[in-house]
């Protein structure tokens, strides 16, 4: 078995109110890592972490499930937990052990009881969190529309991504930090292209982006300083910069991509 050194292995939980999405997003990531050779769905019984008979009965997770996948020369260990009212303290549990947690939220449901229990559960262990925001049905405005979810949770939050509102464009997103339109195919070849932004897209990625890199200059001393002379923050810097503040827990992020 490959060795990593400890410096890169991360434990990463997938937590949320039930059916918002997590054993879907964890298989989708072991598809993409490559540690999977298919993508399993949990509706039609072929998931790797929903695998007991009881929660291929009933298409949800009971209790938490582990893999691995190797991502940038890094082994993340993915622990996908339940999210149904009945198995939360099974969540709770495996936050102990974990370094970081993702909290998935449905874009159309928003925040849900759960949710608000798991984001208890990662402030009580001191956990730096990622919001991962899942079902869009092609429709960017439901993100925008939600910008409660960052005054309940994070009010320092912002999103990394946009969902392309054009139709002929999606499923896609538009990435702030490179200010690129990315659009996935509708197969699974994972052959993502990029593009520019589209014109009426533009002046709002801006603004979302300027706010993005104030947000990511105000976490770094040095940061703030050459952001305040008017110098360009190098994307080195600002990649740096939001580690460094998602891991102090002064900040969350938003990203969307599932559709
Ligand atoms: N369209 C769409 N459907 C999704 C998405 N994510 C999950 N689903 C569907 O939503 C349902 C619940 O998904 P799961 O991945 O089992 O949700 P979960 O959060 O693991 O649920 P519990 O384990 O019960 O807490 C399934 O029917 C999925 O196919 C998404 O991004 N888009
Ligand atoms: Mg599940």
């Given at each position: ?10 434990n ?11 054993t ?56 996908d937990?339940?999210?149904?009212a ?10 102990q ?11 159309v449901a ?15 262990f001191?956990l ?15 993100f ?12 320092e ?8 509102r ?22 699974l ?25 104030e ?5 770094d ?23 460094s ?15």
């Open positions: 078995m490959k060795k990593y050194e400890t410096n890169r292995l991360r990463i939980a997938i937590i949320a109110h039930g059916k918002a999405g997590k879907t997003l964890a298989e989708a990531m072991l598809y993409d890592a490559g540690a999977s050779d298919r993508l399993g769905r949990v509706d039609d019984g072929s998931s790797l972490m929903d695998f007991e008979p009881e929660e291929i009965k009933r298409s949800l997770t009971i209790s938490s499930a582990f893999n691995h996948l190797e991502w940038d020369k890094h082994k993340m260990n993915i622990v937990t339940p999210g149904d009945n198995f939360i303290m099974d969540t709770k549990n495996s936050l052990a974990v370094d970081g947690a993702v909290i998935v939220i449905d874009a928003g925040v849900e009881v759960q949710t608000e229990k798991v984001w208890e559960f990662a402030t009580q001191r730096p969190r990622l919001f991962f925001i899942s079902s869009w049905i092609g429709n960017g405005r439901v925008l529309n939600h910008s409660w979810i960052f005054k309940k949770f994070s009010p939050g912002r999103p990394l991504e946009f969902a392309h054009s139709r002929r464009f999606f499923p896609g997103i538009l990435d702030l930090l490179t200010l690129k339109a990315f659009r996935f195919p509708n197969d070849s994972g052959k993502i292209t990029a593009e520019e932004i589209p014109g009426d897209m533009q002046e709002e990625a801006i603004k979302a982006r300027e706010k993005l890199v947000m990511i200059a105000e976490s001393d040095a940061l703030l300083e050459k952001y305040l002379e008017g110098h360009e923050l190098s994307p080195e810097e600002l990649f740096q910069g939001l580690r503040g998602v891991l102090n827990q002064e900040f969350s992020l938003f990203f969307a991509v599932q559709v």
